[in-house]
């Protein structure tokens, strides 16, 4: 086993996963200046941690970050507390949390706060299998103000408490606004109906293709039209319901960022690059600065295009406002596979790899906020696979909508990975892959192809780590190979079972390259 064929230090390991006993798990080091390999095998493989220069003593400890907080490089690239280039990767808490009593796991309307936390310890406790390191967790103005200056402080603690339970297992987490077609008395959620004249229907959760309202509906329309013109000064209480989820969590250590606006609506807007550049951005250039008034520098600020741009059906104008520590979220669906149907032809490889040239010329960072496909839609499995793909190519982050769980379906759409009864769905079977979740240096390549993940950087001295998803390796036979092709020797890893990960480390300059075989 890796056999050093074009005169490369290497080492490869051959271990049972399951028998590595967590934090105590194997490791091993480049055999500098030999060809061949080295390894061991068995229940007790050798355990072992960088030393710069020299052999591996003892386990790589695990790197725990103080808070969830990243910078953004003049890459584009999401940077940890010890200089590390982190990738997003999650999930939304999406679809359930759209309506009361606004979470993502069944609950009573009227239970008390101490339930809501136990639920969400539990339903955190599950993703953590996963492999991901990121929530991003929608919330709802009309749940946190149901009336004009009334706000919900029961409804702040449950936010809260998610937030809590996230953190806890070291989820970062996206405090995300999120509307879709408006308020639900158009079948859509997020503003409040009193923001809307008149005497607001009912809320509706009736419409297959409610989508479409943000084209065809000429209350939904209209709607956007009131707010993009500050009608009644609707983005002063805009600013205002953010101020108080703001003061709420903002401070909490595991939130990353703060999304401004879900796919703002274009109202009767027709040439959209022009309604981009004379609306949206000069609004998302205000918000920000309140927001930054409101929650200091540390928190990302997120931003967000419409809906449309998500579909690869036009030219996207992927704008960038002025400001520091922001995150580009876009969108990225097939209108076929989100109702369950064949997909009708979007490349998300192609819309995928835009978002990594802006990021990497823009200086900003890019979290792919939504990506995902129906419950059993034919090509699905393969267009996700391609998804992912291109996320990981260009060292993206990523939340797949999404995780939720709920016997009744919102306008009938079935995107989440978990069933009504709380079974994981074969989405999870593609979703669920490794990545390399932090680089302790500048990022080269990585790619996984079902069975081998490859992994390459430079190294600064630091630890990397790469997510070894406990529910796809956790009985799994695993090889390891690790290869300096240019630079210093020393480098050699840790294989951690109970976190589900791989850290290496090596010199400052080693050019690593790490293949992991399932």
């Known amino acids: 086993m890796g056999a050093n064929m074009r005169g490369f230090v290497s080492a490869s390991f051959l271990l049972l996963w399951a028998a590595c006993?967590?934090?105590?798990?194997?490791?091993?080091?480049?055999?500098?200046?030999?060809?061949g390999a080295t390894g061991s095998s068995g229940a007790e493989p050798t355990t072992g941690a960088a030393m710069l220069p020299g052999s591996c003593a003892s386990p790589i400890e695990p790197v725990l970050s103080s808070s969830a907080r990243l910078t953004v490089d003049a890459r584009g690239r999401m940077i940890d507390e010890f200089g590390r280039d982190v990738q997003l990767r999650g999930v939304n808490t999406g679809g359930r949390s759209k309506w009361a009593p606004f979470v993502p796991f069944p609950i009573e309307a009227e239970a008390e706060l101490a339930a809501v936390e136990a639920a969400a310890d539990e339903f955190f406790a599950r993703l953590t299998g996963w492999g991901i390191n990121a929530v991003r967790m929608p919330f709802s103005w009309e749940a946190l103000e149901p009336s004009p200056g009334s706000y919900d402080a029961r409804y702040l603690d449950r936010y809260a408490a998610m937030v809590d339970a996230g953190w806890r297992h070291r989820m970062r987490v996206v405090v995300d606004f999120h509307q879709d077609v408006y308020a639900s008395p158009f079948c859509g959620d997020g503003f409040p109906p009193w923001t809307l004249p008149g005497e607001p229907g009912p809320p509706r959760r009736d419409c297959p293709n409610w989508g479409l309202k943000y084209v065809n509906d000429p209350e939904v329309r209209a709607a956007f039209d009131r707010f993009w013109a500050d009608e009644?000064?609707?983005?002063?209480?805009?600013?205002?319901?953010?101020?108080?989820?703001?003061?709420?969590?903002?401070?909490?250590?595991?939130?990353?960022?703060l999304e401004i606006l879900n796919e703002p609506g274009w109202g009767t807007a027709v040439d959209l690059a022009a309604w981009k550049q004379a609306v949206l951005t000069p609004f998302h250039e205000r918000v920000i600065a309140e927001m930054r008034a409101l929650a200091g520098e540390e928190p990302l600020i997120f931003y967000d295009n419409p809906g449309t741009d998500a579909l690869g059906f036009q030219e996207v104008e992927h704008a960038r406002p002025a400001g520091e520590g922001l995150v580009y979220a876009p969108h990225v669906y097939d209108p076929g596979l989100i109702q369950g149907m064949p997909a009708i032809g979007t490349m998300p490889e192609v819309l995928i790899g835009e978002f990594a040239t802006f990021a990497a010329t823009a200086g900003v960072g890019v979290l792919v906020g939504e990506f995902g496909i129906g419950d059993g839609a034919p090509g699905g499995e393969a267009w996700l696979t391609k998804a992912l793909a291109a996320i990981d190519a260009g060292r993206l982050g990523g939340t797949l909508w999404e995780c939720s769980q709920s016997a009744e379906l919102w306008n009938e759409e079935d995107l989440s990975v978990l069933a009504a009864d709380g079974s994981e769905r074969a989405t999870l079977d593609v979703f669920v892959r490794p990545y390399l979740r932090a680089v302790a240096g500048a990022f080269e390549q990585f790619s996984w192809d079902g069975s081998v993940a490859t992994g390459r950087w430079t190294s600064d001295g630091g630890v990397t780590e790469l997510a070894l998803p406990r529910r796809l390796f956790g009985d799994a036979e695993v090889e390891v190979e690790l290869t300096t092709l240019a630079g210093p020797a020393g480098t050699c890893f840790t294989l951690d079972a109970e976190r589900g990960e791989l850290r290496v480390q090596g010199p400052a300059g080693a050019?690593?390259?790490?293949?992991?075989?399932?």
Do not use: L, S, Y
């Not at 091993?28 to 060809?35: D, F, K, N, R, V």
């Not at 009644?232 to 250590?253: L, N």
């Open 232 to 257: 009644g000064q609707i983005q002063g209480k805009f600013v205002a319901m953010w101020a108080q989820m703001i003061a709420r969590v903002a401070d909490h250590p595991g939130v990353v960022g």
């Open 21 to 35: 006993g967590g934090a105590e798990g194997g490791g091993g080091t480049e055999a500098a200046g030999t060809t």
């Open 511 to 518: 050019q690593v390259e790490v293949r992991v075989t399932r």
